[in-house]
């Protein structure tokens, strides 16, 4: 449990409170600091775990209720049409070349695309019923509930209407973790810990946090509040969902990558590219992200030193984003850059005292130190050594980005009070639920090129929330330290 002391360290020294640093023992497996944050009474959750009152199965087709769930009441025929315009043949990448290629959905379509690594063909499947769909497979579709894709899709099914789930519904659960969406039908449960989206979120808090199933993969699947789980580190969030600039065929925001991939398979090189220009465009939404906050101290009043270090941060992430970029292009084989974020100069700054310390704890102090944990991690898995020197310099960047947040909440909590213990009392609670389970799979494994397995990543930030966020949290001025409840013979758990 002590290979993550140093980034502990950094932190608590960071909110100048080293002095609690004793306290955590390497035997703390539990950690209970604060009250977690209510669900409204009329929300529909009931008092009592294990309790709850499912709406009973109605109406015809798609149903879609006040609160904005949904559930499948009986089948229904969707629109198959695929509106995204056919491959030209003068892309960069091919996937496909006709709709002939495409073979492993219903109504494949060839189209043309432009995403994180340029002007490319790809395949795009849609469906106009279950019987389209595979086996454990129901027929979505487009604009139902809040499912992103432009077009009907075979999703998981758990069930498939609401006949399945006696006494309940067949709900459909469209969950964006911040980079990819998953969708599935699943019956709602007496185990669930939410039945809507407000139960997760309330209007002045609304960073993301949807009512969906989590891990569809599971022996029992429940209902949960999620929210940004991919977008690790200092996401630019803009009406609760991290923006980012689409890709673009330029050079000039890549930095020299010395990768070996020649023995890489294409078809490796192309997902790890992906991976990688993704990752590109969220470091390079960070600089986004960093200029508000420096504007966000400089109307709070904060000392210059903040002020200066959250510039200074932003000039990291402008090379953390040419590094990425570096990454992605050298496995690509082409030039990838970013297009325009035009969010960057119409999103609002919003500078109230609760809603900044609340960002400041989701973002900074929490995600970017689990960040800073992640490419740690990354970096020592990682077969090709100049990907390795990469990751490990951004990781050390984000180690002094989340200290810089863990001293700027320090200073609001000690300028401003209450207002900003109660925020971030909030804060903590709900980043506490969201990092606790595993994030969504993502499309590819590859711990050499540093893809990880959903899992490897859920068990590593919960025992980052346990070892590092939680003592950190203890320790922050006017909070005892012996808020640290050590419970050895318990399997590692974060409730902050």
């Given amino acids: 449990m002590e290979r993550h002391r140093s980034l502990r360290m950094t932190l608590l020294l960071a909110a100048g409170a080293a002095g609690c640093s004793n306290a955590k023992s390497p035997d703390v497996a539990v950690v209970t600091l604060g009250e977690p944050q209510a669900t409204p009474r009329d929300a529909g959750v009931p008092e009592e775990p294990g309790q709850p009152a499912p709406r009973p199965p109605r109406g015809v087709g798609w149903v879609t209720e006040r609160d904005g769930t949904v559930h499948r009441a009986t089948r229904v025929r969707c629109d198959a049409t695929i509106d995204q315009r056919a491959c030209s043949g003068t892309e960069r990448t091919f996937q496909c070349r006709t709709d002939a290629d495409c073979k492993e959905g219903p109504r494949g379509k060839c189209v043309s695309s432009f995403g994180q690594i340029g002007a490319y063909c790809g395949c795009e499947y849609a469906c106009e019923s279950d019987a389209e769909c595979g086996a454990s497979e129901a027929c979505v579709c487009k604009g139902t509930g809040a499912l992103r894709e432009q077009h009907s899709v075979c999703a998981k099914a758990l069930c498939s209407v609401d006949a399945d789930c006696p006494g309940s519904t067949c709900g459909l659960s469209a969950y964006f973790n911040g980079c990819w969406e998953q969708v599935t039908l699943a019956c709602r449960t007496k185990e669930d810990t939410c039945l809507s989206d407000a139960d997760c979120r309330s209007s002045d808090e609304s960073r993301g946090a949807a009512c969906v199933v989590t891990d569809p993969e599971a022996e029992s699947v429940r209902w949960e509040c999620a929210g940004i789980s991919c977008a690790i580190g200092r996401p630019f969030v803009v009406d609760g969902q991290p923006r980012a600039a689409q890709g673009a065929a330029r050079d000039d925001w890549r930095a020299p990558a010395e990768l070996d991939v020649a023995s890489l398979s294409p078809e490796a090189r192309e997902l790890a590219a992906a991976h990688y220009a993704a990752v590109a465009a969220l470091e390079h939404a960070s600089i986004a992200s960093f200029a508000r906050f420096s504007l966000q101290l400089l109307a709070l009043g904060a000392p210059a030193a903040l002020v200066g270090e959250a510039h200074r941060a932003a000039l990291d992430e402008v090379e953390h984003a040419r590094l990425a970029y570096g990454v992605a292009s050298r496995l690509a084989g082409r030039a990838i850059g970013p297009g325009p974020l035009l969010e960057a100069a119409t999103a609002p700054l919003g500078a109230g005292v609760a809603e900044v310390v609340e960002a400041l704890v989701e973002e900074g102090c929490v995600g970017e130190a ?72 993502g499309p590819a494994v590859h711990e050499a090129l540093g893809l990880l397995p959903a899992r490897a990543l859920g068990a590593l930030r919960r025992e980052v929330l346990a070892e590092v966020i939680a003592p950190c949290r203890a320790a922050l001025p006017g909070l005892s330290c012996d808020s640290i409840t050590p419970q050895p013979s318990s399997p590692p758990q974060a409730s902050f």
């Avoid at 990354?378 to 020197?389: E, N, V, W």
Wanted: charged share 25%.
């Fill in 370 to 441: 689990l960040g800073a944990a992640e490419g740690r991690e990354i970096a020592q898995r990682a077969g090709d050594p100049a990907l390795a020197a990469t990751l490990a310099r951004i990781a050390a960047d984000e180690e002094r980005h989340a200290a810089l947040s863990w001293r700027a909440l320090s200073w609001m909590l000690a300028t401003f009070g209450e207002p900003a213990r109660s925020a971030a009392e909030r804060a903590f609670s709900r980043a506490a639920a969201r990092y606790a389970v595993d994030p969504a799979p």
